[in-house]
């Protein structure tokens, strides 16, 4: 199969990385379906990607939500089916300390950011197993940072990269791959909620991660099964090869 009709299915893509990312698959010519909350930025990505000569479905709503999940995976079939899988969109769940944290909220924030992917990759999985597809689960140093304040979102996102090491275990054999990427500090609007009072302006824009997206899309799944990847380090191989 060419790469002109490999499908991608990213969620977050309205802004900051997600958007990024699915810049990089539309340059590759994978065909798109996006997702997010916010229909009108969403609906921006996908006018521009597609005045590029992209084929792009922007599927609007909240993650958590079944129908919504259901909706990104039957446009992607639509399409064709799906190579790639990015679960990105994620909620940070606000900052503060535990000793203060309304546990009431840990709900929330595991069930956007652990819930929503496992659930989405579970509806998805027919269609990746069709096409020897990639799950890529994005996460975040905080899952091994004890970082002050960002405790829940530390902890959504060990759990998510437990969960993505087990489906990579789970799942050898069956054709489909997992990984996990930690794609770094990023001036976006989640790091700024992170940093409420402070100056982001230092950090990266996260088009640094593009030389790393590349390098990924031309690897065979199988042979990165269960990686997780740094995608700033600047040792990395991504980095050597440009
Ligand atoms: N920025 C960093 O420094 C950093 C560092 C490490 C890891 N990460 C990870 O990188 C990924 C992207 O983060 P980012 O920094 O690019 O954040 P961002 O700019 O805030 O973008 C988040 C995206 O996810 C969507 N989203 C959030 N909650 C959603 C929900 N419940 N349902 C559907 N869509 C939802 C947002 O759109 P709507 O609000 O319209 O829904 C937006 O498109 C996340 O997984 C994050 O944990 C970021």
Same mark, same amino acid.
């Given at each position: 199969?060419?790469?002109?009709h490999r499908?991608?299915?990213?969620? #977050? $893509?309205?802004?900051? /990385?997600?958007?990024?990312i699915?810049?990089v +698959?539309?340059a &590759? %010519?994978?065909?798109? =379906?996006i997702g997010a909350r916010?229909a009108g930025s969403?609906?921006?990505?996908?006018?521009?990607?597609?005045?590029?000569?992209a084929?792009?479905?922007?599927?609007?709503?909240?993650?958590?939500?079944?129908?919504?999940?259901?909706?990104?995976?039957?446009?992607?079939?639509?399409l064709?089916?799906?190579?790639?899988?990015?679960?990105?969109?994620?909620?940070l769940?606000g900052?503060?300390?535990?000793?203060?944290f309304?546990?009431?909220?840990?709900?929330?924030v595991?069930?956007v950011?652990v #819930? $929503?992917p496992i659930? /989405?990759?579970?509806?998805?999985m027919?269609? +990746?197993a069709e &096409? %020897?597809?990639l799950i =890529?689960?994005?996460?975040?140093d905080?899952?091994?940072?004890?970082y002050?304040?960002?405790?829940?979102?530390?902890?959504?996102?060990?759990?998510?990269?437990?969960?993505?090491?087990?489906?990579?275990?789970?799942?050898?054999?069956h054709?489909?791959?997992?990984?996990?990427?930690d794609?770094g500090?990023?001036r976006?609007?989640?790091?700024?909620?992170a940093?409420?009072?402070?100056?982001?302006?230092?950090?990266p824009?996260?088009?640094?991660?593009?030389?790393?997206w590349?390098w990924?899309?031309?690897q065979?799944p199988e042979?990165?099964?269960?990686e997780?990847?740094?995608?700033?380090?600047?040792?990395?191989?991504w980095?050597?090869?440009?």
């Open positions: 199969m060419g790469e002109a499908v991608a299915l990213v969620t #977050g $893509a309205s802004r900051g /990385l997600g958007a990024v699915a810049g +698959l539309a &590759r %010519r994978y065909d798109l =379906v916010d969403l609906g921006l990505v996908a006018e521009s990607l597609s005045s590029r000569g084929t792009v479905v922007p599927v609007n709503g909240d993650v958590t939500d079944a129908s919504v999940r259901a909706r990104l995976v039957h446009a992607a079939r639509d064709g089916g799906m190579n790639l899988l990015v679960n990105n969109a994620s909620e769940g900052v503060g300390p535990l000793t203060s309304d546990v009431v909220r840990f709900g929330r595991f069930r950011n #819930g $929503a659930a /989405l990759i579970q509806l998805a027919p269609l +990746l &096409r %020897r597809g =890529v689960n994005i996460t975040s905080a899952a091994h940072g004890a002050p304040g960002w405790g829940p979102y530390g902890a959504s996102k060990a759990a998510l990269e437990l969960l993505t090491r087990t489906l990579a275990a789970e799942l050898a054999g054709g489909v791959s997992a990984v996990l990427v794609p500090d990023m976006t609007r989640m790091h700024q909620e940093y409420p009072m402070e100056d982001i302006s230092d950090r824009l996260p088009e640094v991660t593009v030389p790393f590349h990924l899309l031309d065979d042979e990165i099964r269960g997780r990847f740094a995608a700033q380090r600047e040792d990395a191989r980095l050597q090869q440009a």
